[in-house]
């Protein structure tokens, strides 16, 4: 039954009440069915995603081709790419699929090291580490950086990845209200004088963390400000840009580069290769000393099997794609398409009386259903038009701000686009959940 759930919550913000789990999986939907039994997209198994860059996906079961709502390609680079893919087939029998060993043990090619090189300089950061896995990295980084005595402020949306690295680290943890620069200020008051030296605070250390663009509201960081306050409290600043690196800013530099930060004011610059880069792994990218730090130190650089060949060529090609040195300007030409797409969806949503999530430019835009009863309605009827539509609910929101969440991608057509907000607006009328009325077609 843990699995099915997952189905309803794919990203998990951690369940500390066993009871409300049980009680969830005894809601009914509308016509009397156990939610958690209900059709859903993503309890399928995949039988293939196309090679027009993870647009579409094959389900094994009776619905075959869906145009993919879900997927985190934010750039259309995963799947099939022409400068990319013939590269990882190469990489693949140059290195194989694993190297098989840990990065101190014979585990670096040179590729592991040209990663490390693009991404420092694709972030704008002297030095840069690299993980097989986004999730661990902020699990094994965090424990790294901070333990007993050092204090971790982390915004309550953070991700179940950053949680449990906070927990694991054995510092003590406090959480400020989502996305509230004033609330973070009056947490860091309560724990430190303003001004105060670090030396002579209670703390070794204090990390405040927060993400570029959260996956389950799909806002914008206010990180502006959250970096004016680390300053001001000489607190250092963790930025996860898992949603937001290649995925927003005119060259794909993440929300530093949308909202007029300097990357040298983001102490540990943390991200994943697995939405815009269309591979997997993450990455810490920062001062060289840091970096140095985590390499003689961190446990996931020195006992874990290092990044996959293949995998860490398509994010060196994808990065090269988007900084034009592949001869050509499709890494731009992606970055004004994703804008664009984004924009164009979101509003067109809002238009029709929906209530939709996240700020401009973000891919990501969670269509607000409230009732968990909702859901399997809601997905059942987009996947019988052939739409994949992600559902979201308990335990990864609130029991009762049920949403389903559309992340759009560079390589959605505008016809595609159009056909998604046609099912959504007759499947929202469908299910009741246009909560606002809708704008007269003329003006
Ligand atoms: N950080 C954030 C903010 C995430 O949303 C995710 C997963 N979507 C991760 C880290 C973990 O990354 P990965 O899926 O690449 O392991």
């Known amino acids: 039954s ?258 007029g930060v300097e990357p040298a004011d983001v102490d540990i610059m943390m991200g994943t290769f697995t939405k815009s880069f269309g591979s997997c792994g993450g990455y810490i990218a920062g001062s060289k000393e840091l970096i140095q730090y985590l390499k003689y130190t961190c446990p996931a650089h020195l006992y874990a099997t290092s990044i996959s060949p293949p995998a860490a060529e398509q994010i060196i090609s994808a990065i090269k794609v988007l900084l034009g040195e592949d001869g050509t300007s499709r890494g731009a030409k992606k970055l004004a398409q994703i804008r664009e797409n984004s924009n164009f969806f979101r509003s067109e949503l809002q238009k029709m009386g929906f209530e939709v999530l996240g700020d401009k430019d973000s891919p990501i835009m969670p269509i607000m259903l409230y009732n968990p009863a909702k859901i399997p309605a809601f997905s059942r009827e987009c996947l019988k038009q052939n739409v994949a539509v992600v559902m979201v609910s308990f335990p990864a929101t609130p029991l009762l701000l049920a949403r389903a969440r559309i992340c759009i991608s560079a390589s959605h057509t505008k016809e595609d686009l159009v056909k998604a907000l046609e099912v959504i607006s007759q499947v929202g009328d469908l299910v009741g959940i246009k909560y606002f009325p809708a704008e007269p077609e003329n003006q």
């Not at 510092?171 to 430190?192: C, D, G, K, M, Y």
């Open 2 to 259: 843990s699995n099915n759930l997952q189905g309803y919550a794919p990203i998990c913000l951690g369940l500390e009440d066993f009871y409300i789990r049980r009680l969830y999986l005894r809601i009914q939907d509308c016509f009397g069915r156990p939610i958690s039994s209900a059709p859903n997209a993503w309890f399928d198994v995949i039988e293939r995603y196309s090679n027009d860059n993870n647009k579409t996906l094959t389900r094994t079961t009776k619905i075959s081709r869906c145009l993919n709502l879900g997927s985190y390609s934010y750039l259309g680079f995963a799947a099939s790419d022409e400068y990319c893919t013939p590269r990882v087939v190469e990489s693949s029998k140059r290195y194989s699929p694993s190297t098989c060993s840990s990065r101190v043990d014979g585990g670096t090619t040179v590729l592991h090291n040209q990663l490390e090189k693009y991404v420092a300089k694709f972030v704008g950061k002297p030095s840069a580490i690299v993980f097989g896995m986004g999730f661990a990295t902020n699990n094994a980084v965090l424990p790294a950086l901070i333990g007993k005595g050092g204090l971790i402020i982390s915004d309550s949306l953070n991700h179940n990845s950053i949680v449990n690295g906070a927990r694991g680290s054995g510092a003590t943890i406090r959480v400020f209200q989502h996305n509230s620069p004033s609330h973070l200020e009056e947490v860091l008051r309560e724990q430190i004088a303003e001004g105060q030296p670090r030396t002579h605070r209670p703390w070794k250390k204090i990390i405040v963390i927060v993400e570029g663009i959260y996956s389950m509201k799909g806002d914008l960081c206010k990180l502006p400000e959250i970096i004016t306050i680390c300053k001001k409290y000489k607190a250092y600043a963790y930025l996860d840009e898992a949603h937001s690196i290649g995925a927003v800013g005119k060259t794909g530099r993440g929300v530093c580069e949308l909202l």
